[in-house]
């Protein structure tokens, strides 16, 4: 399975979204493998890093992020289950799918989708697997905004963000920090 093939059937190569999807993939999954690398002893799937980090966000094109280039209907927040229906609608197995729908901030709780009115599914959609977690850690390290892209992004910031947004993700990532000896 090659994840550009992927990619392709849904976004236009040379256009702007293009690249910034490509670009921030190839990013997150370097340093997806960079994190897995360190982890060698706990048997992290280096081949399955690979691919569903260069396809965690390829249901971007369906929300509205101007600026980044997409102008979906949908709230950005949606990219990552929008993501899963689209590969499980490819017929990739099951685990791809899961990553998109994991990624978002640290993981959304059930709790979080009810208690902030999220337009997102009623159930938890937080990483679970070592892949997953991984994959979602390292996309936090990389921002596709180009008020931000290009910067580099520390933990500490990554945590200050996260903990804006609530303090189950801050404290979530912040146990990956440990783990994973970022």
């Known amino acids: 399975m090659d994840p550009i ?16 999807l490509v670009e921030h993939s190839r990013i997150v999954t370097q340093k997806s493998l960079e994190i897995a690398k360190n982890l060698i002893d706990l048997k992290p799937d280096l081949e399955f890093i690979e691919k569903a980090a260069m396809l965690h966000d390829i249901g971007i094109f369906l929300t509205r992020a101007q600026s980044i280039g997409c102008s979906g209907k949908q709230p950005y927040i949606c990219h990552g289950y929008l993501g899963k229906k689209l590969l499980d609608e490819k017929g990739l197995p099951l685990k791809y799918g899961l ?12 709790e979080n989708v009810f208690s902030n009115n999220l337009p997102l599914p009623k159930r938890d959609m937080v990483p679970i697997s070592l892949e997953e977690k991984i994959i979602c850690a390292a996309d936090k390290y990389h921002s596709k905004s180009p008020k931000r892209a290009g910067k580099k992004i520390t933990t500490t910031q990554i945590i200050d963000d996260l903990g804006k947004i609530s303090k189950d993700h801050a404290r979530r990532f912040s146990i990956w920090v440990k783990e994973f000896n970022l």
Do not use: M
Not at 7 to 20: A, E, H, M, S, W
């Open 99 to 110: 990553v998109c729908e994991r990624h978002t901030g640290a993981g959304i709780t059930k």
């Open 5 to 20: 093939s992927i990619i392709d059937n849904f976004y236009t190569p040379g256009t702007k979204l293009y690249k910034v």
